[in-house]
């Protein structure tokens, strides 16, 4: 029993890993790459530049509609190996082959003078994109409530995940630079070949831990779980809508992540630019990556001992000091212990909401009658997507507005960096704080409540 239940959170971590490699190279480095690389030369640069982010925050964002009723669509789905793996599966194989194509500068066709013919293949391509990798990204962060019902395996699953995730991020970011130059013609500078290997080998590690996640993990079946009807298209806005606590808990969420990502993506212009040393960007994922491995395996017992509730606070008072460390200075010093402030602790708030909205499945069927797995925990994934996407169309107007654009860098150039950190740090320091208000004030869904509300549904089935 306890070797299956560690290859199940093994299988699951290794999937988290592969699935944050991909999160990060797309809502950071593909944009990096769109402002550096794909459009180098080009008379028109920054007009495409400006095209481009402008069509993937639009496709994002009007894909997102869609998401809860892909949730729907995969908790209608019934088959010999669950509901979830034959999207996880499908959606990491697609969604792999359309990252190597954004990365190839589509094989030359974004350098060509058929601009035309450009957007309406990358408008496609992107779509694509876009919908497997949803399918994707719910399925697997839609597991955890079938793969148990008790509270602290949850959090267990949780830890792990996040533990891979924290290593699939961080090693993208600590890696992503040496890799671009490395492959780069010369190993001097960043160049289009470096990208599109760093595109390759992030869809072998996303496609090959996907596989792995599918096979290592089993759905557990329960009187709770087989419990409801079936979810029709009309009713999985009403489910989501209905259910107040997944509702409040959303909208803190969503400030938190659009500062959290506005942040993190601009960072590599903040290293580049304010400091004029684009190589230490790696200190950022060694920062994210030693608290990650410090953190996020303590997280079972922090939440123990204090509840999420005060892991969330502290935490966000923890990145708000660290926005004043970047608002104020502009030294390697600063940046450093900016850093450490804001990225090492984010994944105990990922940890908090996620163990939050996973319990939601059970508010919600004590609520309104109706279990729906894919359908709430969709919400998560739903929100990091909008916010990467205000992060790509962030990161261009970013390094538009504040004159940061181009892959040639002269130290003696005047940048716009009052601009950049009122963009990167001022704004999201008051989303977050907004962020934390809504929280406690709105969200009253703890440990103990949920407890009581697996008891209810226990004792109703029974």
Do not use: C
């Not at 969604?95 to 957007?119: E, P, Q, T, W």
């Not at 290997?197 to 993990?217: M, P």
């Amino acid at each position: 029993m306890k070797e299956g239940k560690m290859k199940q959170r093994i299988s699951y971590m290794l999937g988290a890993l592969g699935h944050d490699t991909y999160y990060y190279a797309i809502s950071t480095f593909f944009i990096a790459f769109v402002t550096s690389q794909m459009f180098a030369g080009d008379p028109h640069e920054d007009a495409m530049i400006a095209l481009v982010t402008g069509l993937v925050v639009v496709i994002r964002l009007v894909e997102i509609v869609f998401d809860p009723i892909i949730g729907g669509f995969i908790d209608n789905t019934h088959t010999r190996w669950g509901k979830f793996k034959p999207w996880l599966v499908a959606g990491g194989i697609v969604s792999s082959l359309m990252i190597m194509l954004m990365f190839s500068r589509f094989f030359g066709l974004a350098s060509s003078a058929h601009k035309g013919l450009f957007i309406v293949v990358f408008i496609i391509s992107f779509i694509i994109l876009d919908a497997f990798y949803s399918f994707k990204d719910i399925s697997f962060w839609s597991m955890i409530p079938a793969l148990s019902e008790k509270n602290s395996e949850r959090e267990t699953l949780g830890t792990f995940a996040r533990f891979g995730s924290a290593i699939g991020a961080q090693g993208a970011t600590i890696l992503a630079i040496p890799i671009t130059i490395m492959f780069t013609q010369g190993g001097k500078a960043q160049g289009a070949r470096g990208f599109f290997v760093f595109g390759v080998i992030v869809a072998l590690v996303q496609g090959i831990t996907a596989l792995i996640t599918a096979w290592g993990t089993k759905e557990q079946e329960s009187a709770i779980r087989e419990e409801g009807k079936k979810t029709m298209p009309a009713d999985i806005f009403k489910a989501l809508v209905k259910n107040d606590q997944l509702m409040w808990l959303s909208l803190s969420y969503i400030l938190f992540a659009i500062a959290y990502v506005a942040t993190t993506a601009t960072l590599i212009l903040n290293f580049t630019f304010v400091l004029g040393h684009a190589t230490l960007y790696s200190i950022t994922g060694i920062v994210g990556f030693i608290g990650s491995i410090a953190l996020v395996p303590l997280f079972p017992i922090l939440a123990k001992k204090f509840g999420r509730r005060k892991i969330f606070t502290t935490t966000i008072i923890s990145m708000l000091l660290g926005y004043g460390f970047f608002a104020v200075g502009s030294s390697a010093v600063t940046t450093v212990i900016g850093l450490i402030l804001l990225t090492a602790p984010y994944q105990l708030v990922f940890l908090s909401v996620l163990m939050t909205i996973t319990d939601s499945v059970e508010y919600g069927q004590w609520k309104n009658g109706v279990r729906n797995e894919a359908v709430t925990l969709a919400m998560r994934p739903l929100l990091d997507k909008i916010a990467g996407a205000f992060s790509n169309g962030i990161f261009g107007f970013v390094a538009i507005a504040a004159g940061m654009t181009g892959s040639t860098y002269h130290s003696s150039a005047h940048y716009g960096i009052a601009t950049f950190k009122l963009y990167a740090f001022v704004v999201p320091a008051i989303l977050m704080l907004i962020s934390l208000m809504i929280y406690l004030s709105k969200v009253k869904l703890t440990e103990k409540r949920h407890e009581e509300i697996v008891a209810e549904l226990e004792e109703k089935l029974k």
